[in-house]
């Protein structure tokens, strides 16, 4: 029993040491594969995706699209945010942008305008962005936006973006023949 306590507090401590706290600005495209518990204070533009817990602080400004596993706003943000777990918006939260979420939970004082998609557990793996589906299939995202437009390949349109199920993609690709 002790040696399999000890080990769940190593495993433990190995998650809290994946920890990345940023007070700069900053600006790209940010991906992280593995879980990481990611805290900006500071102004970020670009796109950012994580897995774990992202947190934006309320003095922070973000622009950006966002897709991770659970997101923690206090700050600004402009863009789109894709949440597979859950979406919190703290009191000082303002959100210009669309959500895909599982849980919602808006706190009183919090500004939210856009449209909201919730997904359940099947579709929280299997959503995906314009710029997600142009990168899985190896095509340009300016493409795979007129195939959208045009309802040749299986999407749903949020305001001004797109999100599409990843097994609808990939039964599409599959019946898809090559010119």
């Known amino acids: 029993m002790v040696l399999r306590g000890r080990r769940v507090q190593k495993e433990e401590m190995d998650q809290q040491e994946k920890s990345i706290e940023i007070n700069a600005q900053m600006q790209g495209s940010l991906i992280f594969k593995d879980p990481i518990n990611l805290r900006i204070n500071g102004d970020f533009h670009g796109d950012l995706e994580t897995r774990g817990t992202l947190s934006i602080g309320n003095k922070s400004r973000i622009e950006a ?21 859950m979406l919190v918006l703290m009191p000082t939260a303002i959100l210009y942008g669309n959500v895909t979420v599982q849980k919602l939970n808006i ?46 390949i299986p ?10 199920e990843r097994a609808k993609i990939d039964h599409w690709a599959a019946s898809v023949k090559v010119k």
């Open 65 to 85: 699209n966002i897709v991770g596993d659970n997101i923690i706003i206090a700050g600004k943000v402009t863009g789109d945010i894709t949440a597979k777990k």
């Open 107 to 152: 706190v009183e004082g919090a500004v939210f305008q856009g449209y909201c998609q919730m997904m359940d557990e099947t579709q929280s793996d299997g959503l995906m962005s314009l710029e997600e589906v142009a990168r899985y299939l190896e095509i340009e995202a300016r493409e795979i936006e007129q195939l959208a437009n045009n309802g040749k």
């Open 155 to 164: 999407g749903t349109r949020l305001g001004n973006s797109w999100k599409f």
